[in-house]
T-cell receptor
């Protein structure tokens, strides 16, 4: 069962514009959410996270929004840069265990 | 390089052979996690270990797969009698403490079973 879902597998965006990635989850016990970025032939790299007690977290060009009632989170990248071209994974965890549940990922292509 | 190390990066095995994947966590980290990524899928949790202990193996297939993290040396993920369906990228992650959500990933081992 896919507890973390990322639809729209790929996204193309012009350099300088905003990239918005969406993620939905089904497990109401999740209380911590993360976004990872992955380049080909490399491991995922931690990008930004948010606790369920917050609805927004910002770090430079990256902002994550959490809507607990809708079980939805999103990642905003602004302005997008060519180096942001990668696969982005949404992940979630509960305080009861150490497992991360991942979505299938979104391919982002930033066009110079 | 103080990051998570995995070797080999690529491993080819024939059906029925054994595969051994190694993971050295980041310096100072004593918690190791293994994940598997099948083609076109996200990463799936397999097992969580601390030194000399398996803490959570709820994601491990019941047969042919085993993991260890000895007192000395890297963590090992062992797959016996590999089948074509085992072909995947296997990622190791480490964290410095229990319930650390921020896990740091290695570059992965791509296993191909022919």
């Amino acid at each position: 069962d896919q507890q973390v879902k990322q639809n729209s597998p790929s996204l193309s965006v012009q350099e300088g514009r905003i990239s918005i990635l969406n993620c939905d989850y089904t497990n109401s016990m999740f209380d911590y959410f993360l976004w990872y970025k992955k380049y080909p032939a490399e491991g995922p790299t931690f990008l930004i996270s948010i606790s369920s007690i917050k609805d927004k977290n910002e770090d430079g060009r990256f902002t994550v929004f959490l809507n607990k009632s809708a079980k939805h989170l999103s990642l905003h990248i602004v302005p997008s840069q060519p180096g942001d071209s990668a696969v982005y994974f949404c992940a979630a965890s509960t305080s009861a265990d150490n497992r991360l549940a991942f979505g299938k990922g979104n391919q982002v292509v930033v066009i110079p | 390089n103080a990051g998570v190390m995995q070797n080999p990066r690529h491993l080819v095995r024939r059906r029925g052979q054994e595969a051994r994947l190694r993971c050295s966590p980041m310096k100072g980290h004593s918690h190791v996690y293994w994940y598997r990524q099948l083609p076109e899928e996200g990463l799936k949790f397999m097992v969580y270990l601390q030194k000399e202990n398996i803490i959570d193996e709820s994601g491990m297939p019941k047969e042919r797969f085993s993991a260890e993290f000895p007192k000395e040396g890297p963590s090992i993920l062992r797959i016996q009698q590999v089948v074509r369906g085992d072909s995947a990228a296997y990622f190791c992650a480490s964290s410095p403490r229990t319930a650390s959500y921020e896990q740091y990933f290695g570059p992965g081992t791509r296993l191909t079973v022919t």
